[in-house]
């Protein structure tokens, strides 16, 4: 089953990491209230606005807190992709808007710029992939 937001437990642990830095803005502002006169609205309007600054963040990052997502990697085997470089071995290929680290496939041709490939495999971080076989590049008139 495929989730498409985020859940009450993602939010928690979204908040329980905000709060340090949250702590040490108060710190550092009674400390600064200590040497210059700040009025008590801007002590609080500037909490507020740090509070507001993660809650703004959140619809960003979110997935970053996903737990489930961590296991989602294997999901890419068989997603298709764009060679943002030659791949001979190595290079970085785009999937769905994502920068990805690529290696070509044991035995398998190296892959030329703007070519698509399916992803083969996975070794850590760097995903296994292959050429597509039809020859067609992204952006020709063919694709």
């Given at each position: 089953?495929?989730?498409?937001?985020w859940s009450?437990?993602?939010?928690?642990?979204?908040?329980?990491?905000?709060?340090?830095?949250?702590?040490?803005?108060?710190?550092?502002?009674?400390?600064?209230?200590?040497?210059?006169?700040?009025?008590?609205?801007?002590?609080?309007?500037?909490?507020?606005?740090?509070?507001?600054?993660?809650?703004?963040?959140?619809?960003?990052?979110?997935?970053?807190?996903?737990?489930?997502?961590?296991?989602?990697?294997?999901?890419?085997?068989?997603?298709?992709?764009?060679?943002?470089?030659?791949?001979?071995?190595?290079?970085?290929?785009?999937?769905?808007?994502?920068?990805w680290k690529?290696?070509?496939?044991?035995?398998?041709?190296?892959?030329?710029?703007?070519?698509?490939?399916?992803?083969?495999?996975?070794?850590?971080?760097?995903?296994?992939?292959?050429?597509?076989?039809?020859?067609?590049?992204?952006g020709s008139?063919?694709?």
């Amino acid at each position: 089953m495929k989730r498409v937001g985020w859940s009450s437990r993602i939010v928690f642990r979204y908040t329980l990491f905000q709060i340090p830095s949250l702590a040490l803005l108060v710190v550092i502002l009674l400390v600064v209230r200590r040497y210059i006169d700040l009025p008590q609205w801007f002590l609080w309007g500037f909490m507020l606005l740090w509070v507001a600054k993660d809650a703004i963040l959140f619809p960003f990052v979110w997935r970053a807190y996903d737990r489930s997502q961590e296991r989602s990697l294997h999901n890419m085997v068989g997603k298709k992709g764009v060679a943002e470089e030659r791949l001979d071995p190595s290079g970085y290929i785009r999937i769905h808007g994502e920068l990805w680290k690529a290696e070509v496939i044991d035995g398998a041709p190296p892959v030329e710029k703007g070519e698509f490939v399916r992803v083969q495999g996975i070794r850590g971080l760097v995903l296994l992939v292959q050429g597509e076989s039809n020859g067609f590049r992204k952006g020709s008139k063919n694709a």
